[in-house]
């Protein structure tokens, strides 16, 4: 493949996705409604870091 | 075509195979500790094999790491956290959905997901849907009872993912999944070999020819081996005028393996799994391409009941394909799934894969679609009867066809059968996991 990704700076972004989403239910007071959703947020910020997240962090090994 | 047009993930589907086995190792790891911290049922398991997750180094090692089966998994069930038992490795007020095998070969094994887990299994599903060609103009309709097995629920809501507009065909009788999918034009499906090939004839007794008055491009065949058997494969295209891809998975396992659209063969998802064979008899690994054996797998990222170094029983080869035209790196097996080492059983001293029973009888255009084999013994020989079905028009060349079926039965699998010939339509049709081999000899 020729084509050259940005994965550094995509698995930054997701790093603070998912820093934002644990920072939001952190404060949400246990209201159902924001923790339920953060959850389904986390799980899908967790298939950007199947995709992507993982790998940058082989790169930098 | 753009990477990103061609791959679901340019990334990791692309990968330089180095960096993948990297990859691998690191996600090898990462589940061993997850299970050795958070599965009494694992951790156990380490412990009396003297294994610590850092004894795990290189691939090799992955050796040293004791293999689990399927009557492990249900001895390890049953119990609290219920019904999961020790191997549940999250807190069950995490479980979101109830899953369990199919129970083909015993007590179903229970299965939970997390919502994370039930996440990545829409996520694998996606790597195969989008390498068949599903894109967000395509409407998938699912031909499937949405029941309490896996089945096809990943790949709804992976064809969701993509961006499908996906239409459930749960309740409705195979003629109304017809005549539905005829209506809004629905252009790919996915359902067992069995059912896709069943469905065509039910589309033809409702007078319909599938190829031509049906809109349907691209079917998913999963569940079952015929997708490899090329004769089976043959008449699913010529039937519904569209192209068939091979999709295989397991309850435990989650997706696991699919063919691309050069269909050279079936890529293993390995950037979700590590896949090793090993030989049926030894249990010597095998990495050359050429010689079949059991596969062993080991899912990364699924946590709520994972799956490390599980000997699946599935029967696969390595491919000698060593780079895909695709331009993917996963690496390919030959022939898909080409049985189960449960079927493979020694007949008169020859070993039998049920599969390449099928390939004969479905290469021989004026046989049915159906077959059914029995193996019973005859004092101290075993015999087997096959039946077949001719189809109607070609009834009046019986032994003519006899012939053939002989031959090819003996070039193919080097065995002698007592042959059945049916009336169509008189042996047994199925809507999903098809049972057309029975070895009767220990039952006798």
Not at chain 2, 45 to 69: F, M, S, W
Not at chain 2, 415 to 441: N, Q
Request: proline share 5%; with cysteine; net charge negative.
């Amino acid at each position: 493949m020729v084509k050259e990704y940005k994965t550094g700076d995509m698995a930054e972004k997701i790093r603070l996705l998912k820093q934002t989403a644990i920072e939001l239910k952190r404060i949400s007071g246990g209201i159902q409604a924001v923790d339920r959703n953060v959850d389904r947020i986390l799980a899908s910020v967790k298939m950007l870091e199947i995709n992507i997240g993982d790998l940058a962090d082989i790169n930098s090994d | 075509m753009k990477p990103e047009e061609q791959y679901w993930n340019p990334v990791l589907e692309t990968l330089p195979r180095e960096k993948l086995q990297q990859f691998q190792l690191k996600k090898f790891q990462n589940i061993l500790n997850w299970t050795y911290e958070n599965s009494p049922f694992y951790r156990s398991l380490y412990k009396d094999a003297g294994l610590e997750p850092g004894d795990i180094k290189t691939l090799d090692d992955i050796r040293k790491v004791p293999k689990t089966e399927k009557s492990m998994l249900r001895e390890a069930q049953g119990v609290e956290p219920y019904p999961y038992g020790s191997i549940l490795s999250v807190p069950i007020e995490q479980v979101t959905e109830y899953r369990q095998t199919s129970g083909t070969t015993g007590q179903p094994v229970y299965h939970p997901e997390t919502w994370q887990d039930w996440e990545w299994s829409a996520e694998s599903w996606a790597y195969a849907l989008y390498a068949y060609g599903y894109r967000d103009y395509d409407r998938v309709f699912l031909p499937f009872g949405y029941s309490i097995n896996i089945a096809f629920w990943a790949g709804h809501y992976a064809a969701e993912k993509i961006g499908c507009e996906v239409v459930p065909g749960g309740v409705l009788d195979t003629e109304a999944r017809i005549l539905k999918m005829k209506e809004i034009r629905a252009t790919a499906f996915m359902a067992t070999p069995t059912y896709i090939l069943g469905m065509a004839d039910t589309a033809r007794k409702l007078g319909l020819d599938p190829a031509k008055d049906l809109y349907i491009k691209k079917i998913t065949a999963a569940g079952e081996p015929g997708a490899c058997v090329p004769a089976t494969k043959k008449r699913m295209e010529e039937a519904w005028g569209a192209k068939v891809y091979d999709q295989v998975g397991a309850t435990e396992i989650g997706h696991w393996g699919f063919e691309c659209q050069a269909q050279a063969g079936l890529h293993v998802l390995e950037a979700f799994h590590l896949v090793e064979i090993e030989d049926i008899e030894t249990g010597a690994t095998i990495t050359e391409p050429g010689k079949r054996g059991s596969m062993v797998i080991t899912t990364f990222d699924r946590f709520a009941h994972p799956c490390i170094r599980f000997d699946s029983k599935d029967v696969i080869e390595w491919s000698p394909v060593e780079r895909c035209e695709c331009g993917r790196t996963f690496r390919l097996l030959k022939g898909g799934v080409v049985g189960r080492a449960d079927d493979i059983t020694k007949v008169k001293g020859v070993l039998l894969a049920p599969t390449a029973i099928e390939e004969v009888v479905r290469d021989i255009p004026e046989l049915g679609d159906e077959y059914e084999v029995i193996v019973t013994k005859r004092g101290d020989i075993d015999d087997i009867a096959l039946k077949v079905e001719i189809n109607p028009d070609f009834k009046r060349n019986a032994s003519a066809i006899e012939q053939k079926l002989v031959q090819q039965l003996r070039l193919k699998t080097g065995l002698r059968y007592s042959l059945e010939f049916h009336d169509y339509g008189t042996l047994p049709r199925y809507d999903v996991k098809a049972k057309r081999f029975k070895d009767l000899r220990h039952k006798e």
